[in-house]
């Protein structure tokens, strides 16, 4: 079990000034924040973070979604940081999301969810190595 997980705030959010209210409600749930980056992603790149989804029918436009404006890329800090940040933020469709999980309170559907959080130690490792170098952490 990892103490560190991944996060975007997507789009949607950034974009209807939800970026600190988010973040509030990360410090608020016990994370650090051990490295932030604001970024606009391009087709490429987020071609490149959803390659695991390729094939899949909502591959092309995740992608399109995903460079339509800025993000913000996160790595979090917290003792089993993955299964308590998946908690925080809820289900992906927003209308099944528990009330109080920043996905019910900031998503406006599956495809427009807000966050994305990492589903494994793995898969959180991998994503934090994408977006962030060994000098932007701490």
Do not use: C
Not at 9 to 20: F, L, M, N, R, W
Not at 60 to 83: H, W
Request: hydrophobic residues 40%; charged residues 25%.
């Amino acid at each position: 079990m990892s103490n560190r997980t991944f996060t975007m705030i997507k789009p949607d959010a950034t974009s209807k000034g939800h970026t600190g209210a988010i973040i509030d409600d990360i410090l608020k749930a016990g994370f650090t924040i051990k490295a932030l980056k604001w970024i606009r992603l391009s087709e490429e790149k987020a071609g490149e973070f959803y390659e695991v989804h390729k094939e899949r029918p909502f591959y092309g436009e995740l992608v399109q979604f995903m460079s339509s404006g800025p993000i913000v890329a996160a790595i979090l800090e917290k003792d089993n940081a993955v299964a308590d940040f998946r908690k925080l933020i809820g289900a992906t469709n927003p209308a099944q999301a528990e009330e109080g999980t920043i996905r019910k309170k900031f998503a406006a559907s599956v495809g427009e969810n807000a966050v994305h959080g990492s589903d494994s130690d793995e898969n959180a490792a991998i994503e934090g190595n994408f977006f962030f170098s060994g000098l932007e952490r701490f």
